[in-house]
C-alpha cells in the first residue's frame, strides 16, 4: 500500500518559471511532511517541511502548501533555476510512528525536476 | 556539528559474494539510523531500521541483514548476494525537533552492481 504518492515522475519548465512538484497522502494520521531533494549519486537533502498545524511555510523560493481536508501537499519553486534539476521526494511521518516505531518516514517515489536554460 | 559517513562509494561484486556496507555517525548519541535502497527508477525502499545498539527492526524479507553493534555504527550485510541486490544503498539517522521530526540526515550512498 503505498500511502504517500508522486504521481508525476516527471516535470519540465523552464527557467524562471514555476515549479510545482505535487504529493498525496492516504493515512490521515500523518502530521508531519517533509521534502528532499537528491542529485545523481548522492544522498537525499532536506529541502522544507511543514507541519499539519499549518497550511503553507516558505522558504526563500521554495513553498510548501499543504491541504489536509484533499490530503495533498505541493511544493513550488519560484524562480525555478536549472540548478534545481534533481529529484524530490515527498515524505510523511505521524506523531504515533515517531513514538513507537522509530519514527520512520514513508517516502513517494519522487518526481525527475528538470529545468530548462 | 552532526555528520555522517557512508563507505564505500561504489561496489562491484559477483553473485553469491558477501556484502557488507558501513554507515557511521559523528557529534549524536542513540540516534535512530536507517538503511533503503534505491532500486533503478524507483523510490526509496526501507530496508532495516535501528533504535539502539543491537535492536534491529527489518521491513522487507530478502537476504539481507543489518546489525547495529555500536552506538553510531550501522552496518548492512549478505552472505549471498542476488542480482536483484542492485541499487543505490542510503544510510540515514534520525533527528527530533520538538515533537516532531525534523527529518533525516542522509550518507552519500553506495551504488551496489551485481553481476
Known amino acids: 500500500d503505498q500511502q504517500v504518492k508522486q504521481n508525476s515522475p516527471s516535470l519540465s519548465v523552464q527557467e524562471g518559471r514555476i515549479s510545482i512538484l505535487n504529493c498525496d497522502y492516504t493515512?490521515?494520521?500523518?502530521?508531519?511532511f517533509l521534502w528532499y531533494k537528491k542529485y545523481p549519486a548522492e544522498g537525499p537533502t532536506f529541502l522544507i517541511s511543514i507541519s499539519s498545524i499549518k497550511d503553507k511555510n516558505e522558504d526563500g523560493r521554495f513553498t510548501v502548501f499543504l491541504n489536509k481536508s484533499a490530503k495533498h501537499l505541493s511544493l513550488h519553486i519560484v524562480p525555478s533555476q536549472p540548478g534545481d534539476s534533481a529529484v524530490y521526494f515527498c515524505?510523511?511521518?505521524?506523531?504515533?510512528?515517531?513514538?513507537?516505531?522509530?519514527?520512520?518516514?514513508?517516502f513517494g517515489e519522487g518526481t525527475q525536476l528538470t529545468v530548462n536554460p | 556539528s552532526q555528520t555522517i559517513h557512508q563507505w564505500p562509494a561504489t561496489l562491484v561484486q559477483p553473485v553469491g559474494s558477501p556484502l557488507s556496507l558501513e554507515c557511521t555517525v559523528e557529534?549524536?548519541?542513540?540516534?535512530?539510523l536507517y538503511w533503503y535502497r534505491q532500486a533503478a527508477g524507483r523510490g526509496l525502499q526501507l530496508l532495516f531500521y535501528?533504535?539502539?545498539?543491537?535492536?534491529i527492526s527489518s521491513e522487507v524479507p530478502q537476504n539481507l541483514s543489518a546489525s547495529r553493534p555500536q552506538d553510531r555504527q550501522f552496518i548492512l550485510s549478505s552472505k549471498k548476494l542476488l542480482l536483484s541486490d542492485s541499487g543505490f544503498y542510503l544510510c540515514?539517522?534520525?533527528?527530533?525537533?520538538?515533537?516532531?521530526?525534523?527529518?533525516?540526515?542522509f550518507g552519500s550512498g553506495t551504488r551496489l552492481t551485481v553481476v
Open positions: 540515514a539517522w534520525g533527528e527530533t525537533y520538538n515533537r516532531y521530526y525534523y527529518g533525516y540526515t
Open positions: 557529534g549524536t548519541s542513540n540516534p535512530n
Open positions: 515524505a510523511a511521518s505521524s506523531y504515533s510512528r515517531r513514538e513507537t516505531s522509530g519514527s520512520r518516514l514513508t
Open positions: 535501528s533504535v539502539g545498539i543491537g535492536q
Open positions: 493515512n490521515s494520521m500523518f502530521d508531519y
